[in-house]
C-alpha cells in the first residue's frame, strides 16, 4: 500500500501559467492557413450516423455542370463562412455559419471535418490521427453535434465545413471547403463528475478512524515556507494529474495533504513519496462544520491503486465558491470518502480504507498550528502522482463521454 503526503512536488508558478494559456484556448481562432481538408477522411473513417449514404466517388460541381449540359447548368452550392461554435461542454457543441442564399435549396446535408489540433503533425498511422468527417442532414442552423466518439473533454479540435448536394445516384455534389476554425472542448460538467463520483464509491470501502492530516516535502519546502511565506503554506494550481477533463486541474489553488492511516496501527505511515519532512496537523483544524468537502476525481494508474481527491475549503472562501459551481458537494458526515462527527462533544474522523485518499486544502496553512517532523520510513519516489496520466481503459475509475 502506498501512503504519503502528495502535492510535493507540484510547481504551483508553472501551474498559473498554464491555467492562462489554457484559457486563451477556449477562444476560437481562425487559421492564418486556409487548408483544406483531405477527403480521406470522408473516404475511410466517417463515423456517419447514415452511413449508407456515404459517397464513394465524390463529384464536384464543376464536373456536374458538364455532364448535365444541355439541360440547366447547376449554379454552385454555397460556400458555408463565417463559422460560429458556441454551447461547447466536454463532449456536444453547436455549429452554425452563414452563406448565400443562392442554390441553397439544394443542399441537403452539410460535411463537417473535425480534427484534434494536437495531431496534426504526428503519426499519421496511429488511430488517434485519423480525421473524422460527420455526414448530417441539413438541418436548421445551429446544429447540435453531441455525444460523438471522436469528442474528449479540454480538447483542441480544428473544424471545416461543405455544403453537399445528394444526388439520385446516391453520390454527392459538394461545396468548397469553409475556413478551418478552431475550438477547445469543456471540463467535465457537475453531472459527469457525478457518475465518477458514483463509481468510487462503490470500491470506497470501510471507513477507518483518523486524527491527523499530513504532508511530506523536503527540507528546503518548509525552509522557504519560514523565510519567504512567513510560515504559511501558500495555495499552488494543481497540476494535470487524474482525469483528462478534470475541472481542478490546472485552474483549482490549495495545499495537497494525506489523511490515510495503516490499518494495524491508526496512524500515518512511516513512508512517502514525497520527502523525509512531514507536517501533521490535528484533523479539525482542516476540517469542520465551517468547511464545505467537494469531491474533485477518481482515478488510476496501471496499478491496482485507486484515487480519490476530495477539495475541503473554508465556508465562503474564495475556493469554496470555484468548488460550489464546479464539484459535487459531499455531506461532511455522511459520505463513503472522509467523515466528520460529533461524538459526545468530541469531533470524530474517518476515512475510506479501500482508496488512497488526496485532501486538497483551498486556504493557506501556517505552520504553527501543526509539526513538522523527519520521518522514519523511506522515500518511495515511483508512487508520486504528480503530474501523473489516469489510465483510461479501466473500467473502474472511467466514465463513457462523448458515446
Ligand atoms: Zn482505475
Known sequence: M?????????????????????????????????????????????????????????????????QDSGIAEMEELPVPHNIKISNITCDSFKI???????????????????????????NKFKHKD?????VAKAVPLPMTVRGHWFLSPRTEYTVAVQTASKQVDGDYVVSEWSEIIEFCTADYSKVHLTQLLEKAEVIAGRMLKLSVFYRNQHKEYFDYIREHHGNAMQPSVKDNSGSHGSPISGKLEGIFFSCN?????????QDSPYGRYRFEIAAEKLFNPNTNLYFGDFYCMYTAYHYVILVIAPVGSPG??????????????????LTCDEEDGVMVYHHAQDVILEVIYTDPVDLSLGTVAEITGHQLMSLSTANAKKDPSCKTCNISVGR
Open 2 to 66: 502506498r501512503y504519503g503526503g502528495p502535492g510535493a512536488e507540484r510547481d504551483w508558478e508553472e501551474g498559473r501559467k498554464r491555467t492562462k494559456a489554457e484559457l486563451n484556448k477556449q477562444e476560437r481562432k481562425v487559421l492564418a492557413r486556409n487548408e483544406k481538408p483531405g477527403r480521406r477522411g470522408l473516404e475511410e473513417c466517417d463515423p456517419l450516423p447514415a452511413r449508407k449514404e456515404r459517397s464513394r466517388k465524390l463529384r464536384n460541381a464543376k464536373r456536374n455542370k458538364s
Open 96 to 122: 452554425s455559419w452563414d452563406m448565400d442564399s443562392k442554390s441553397k435549396d439544394r443542399i441537403t446535408h452539410y460535411f463537417i471535418d473535425l480534427n484534434k489540433k494536437e495531431n496534426k503533425n504526428s
Open 130 to 134: 485519423v480525421p473524422t468527417k460527420l
Open 261 to 269: 492511516t495503516e490499518f494495524n496501527t491508526g496512524k500515518p505511515p
Open 320 to 337: 469554496d465558491e470555484f468548488c460550489k459551481q464546479r464539484l459535487p458537494q459531499l455531506n461532511i458526515k455522511d459520505n463513503k470518502f
